[in-house]
C-alpha cells in the first residue's frame, strides 16, 4: 500500500514521503540494535559481576581462616607469599589494629646494615635489576629469623617482582 501510494504522488513529493519511511526504518532499526546490544553487554556484566563475587568470596574466606590460626606478622607473611594480597592492614575483634604495629626505631633499621638488603637494594635502584632483586629479598625472607624481618623481605620482594596475573 505504501508503495502505491509513493507512486501514486509522483515527482518531489513522492521522495519526500520514501525518505520520512526510511528515516523511520532506520530510527527503529537502531532501538532494535541498541537494545539487543544492551541485553547482550548485561548479561556478560552479570557473568562477570558473578565470578568477581566469587573471587573475593573465596579469597575473604581463605584470609579469615589464615587469621584464626597465625600471629599478625605471621598472617601478614602468608598472605604476601600466598599472592593473596600485596599487603594487609589487621585488626582484631574489638577493631584495634594488630598489624603493621608500630615498630620501635632499632627494629626498622636492622635491615640497613645488611650485607644481603643492601645488595638487593643496589640491584633494585642503581642497577634496575628488578628480578635479581627480588631474589635475594626472597632468599633474606626464607632464612629470617624474626617474622617482622621476614614479612618486611617478603613485602620487599613482592614489590620489585613483575606483576602476575590474579
Known amino acids: 500500500m505504501a508503495l502505491a501510494l509513493i507512486v501514486g504522488l509522483g515527482g518531489r513529493r513522492a521522495h519526500c514521503v520514501c525518505a520520512g519511511f526510511m528515516n523511520k526504518a532506520m530510527d527503529s532499526e537502531r ?3 541498541r537494545q539487543k546490544l544492551t541485553e547482550v553487554y548485561k548479561g556478560q556484566l552479570d557473568v562477570l559481576r ?3 563475587q566469587t573471587h573475593w568470596r573465596d579469597k575473604a574466606r581463605v584470609l579469615s581462616q589464615v ?3 597465625e600471629s599478625p606478622a605471621e598472617v601478614f607473611a602468608h598472605v604476601v607469599r600466598g599472592d593473596l594480597a600485596n599487603s594487609i592492614v589487621l585488626y582484631d575483634s574489638t577493631g584495634h589494629l594488630t598489624y603493621p604495629t608500630k615498630a620501635p626505631p632499632a627494629v626498622l633499621g636492622t635491615n640497613e646494615g645488611n650485607v644481603e638488603w643492601n645488595a638487593a637494594q643496589r ?3 642503581r642497577q634496575k635489576d628488578p628480578v635479581a632483586a627480588a631474589a635475594i ?3 633474606i625472607a626464607r ?3 624474626a617474622a617482622t624481618a621476614a614479612a618486611r ?3 620487599a620482594q613482592r614489590a620489585v617482582s613483575p606483576r602476575r596475573d590474579r
Request: hydrophobic share 50%; proline share 0%.
Open 31 to 33: 532501538l532494535v540494535v
Open 143 to 145: 632464612r629470617a629469623v
Open 67 to 69: 587469621g584464626e590460626q
Open 123 to 125: 640491584l633494585e635502584y
Open 153 to 155: 623481605a617478603w613485602q
Open 50 to 52: 558473578e565470578k568477581i
Open 137 to 139: 629479598y626472597a632468599e
